[in-house]
């Protein structure tokens, strides 16, 4: 099968504005890091970065240009729409969400959801229903087909904002599988939404340097052997409304 990884982003933010371009390591900004990232899967044959039609999301479209990648501009309010016209758009058969404040995510954890998708058979797999891994490593894997159902089936705003609730969602009767972690992680938060979150962030590159390709694995051992860092940040909730 085809896998198209459609990245969410957006340089707006009232907690963080612009974090999409703020640089982690050396010259490389969030989203740069997150794609170097991502590129050693073995399952993902296209990416996409799914922006808004806004002016201040310019420099997202500029910067996969500069990088010979797709980029596709839609509703910034309507974010069902935007993954799904994204989705059309580029002919993709079965889709790997990830968001654009992520940029720790981890190809070995994309391609273990993309495994697991593949052998349950399923319209929607992912590490978060319920999550084990730390905020900051969600991965979602659906269809074509059942991204379409869901976007000219819902009208609800949360599921129009947040994409996949719609999928997610018992009574839709959606086949699905949840990747989960032998060890339960989700307490950890290594997402970039505060000046806390990057802050956090910088101090884990920083550690790495200049290894980009640490995993999932390295990281949580060294959060976990510094507890103390994980309390920079660790005011803020986890939001399960992806």
């Given at each position: ?14 907690r ?16 740069e890091?997150?794609?170097e ?8 044959q ?8 806004n ?14 990648m ?122 970039l ?13 920083d550690?790495?340097a ?16 510094n ?16």
């Amino acid at each position: 099968m085809s896998f198209t990884a459609i990245i969410q982003a957006r340089m707006g933010s009232s907690r963080l504005p612009g974090k999409m371009m703020m640089p982690l390591i050396e010259s490389k900004t969030s989203i740069e890091v997150m794609l170097e990232r991502i590129r050693p899967s073995r399952h993902i044959q296209q990416v996409v970065i799914a922006t808004t039609n806004n002016k201040e999301d310019d420099p997202l479209e500029e910067l996969a240009e500069s990088l010979n990648m797709s980029c596709f501009r839609g509703n910034a309010l309507d974010v069902l729409d935007r993954y799904y016209q994204a989705a059309l758009h580029h002919q993709a058969q079965e889709i790997i969400r990830l968001t654009g404040d992520c940029p720790l995510h981890d190809y070995r954890i994309i391609d273990d959801v993309c495994t697991l998708y593949l052998r349950s058979q399923v319209d929607y797999c992912s590490n978060v229903n319920p999550p084990s891994f730390p905020d900051g490593l969600d991965v979602e894997v659906f269809s074509f087909n059942a991204l379409k159902k869901a976007w000219s089936k819902s009208s609800d705003e949360v599921d129009r904002e947040h994409v996949t609730p719609y999928l997610r969602a018992p009574e839709n009767k959606f086949l699905t599988s949840n990747y989960a972690s032998e060890v339960n992680n989700a307490d950890l938060r290594i997402t970039l939404d505060e000046p806390k979150d990057l802050e956090l962030i910088r101090i884990v590159f920083d550690k790495f340097a200049p290894h980009l390709n640490f995993s999932s694995h390295e990281l949580i051992d060294f959060l976990r052997a510094n507890e103390k860092l994980t309390e920079i940040n660790s005011k803020f909730q986890r939001s399960l409304d992806l």
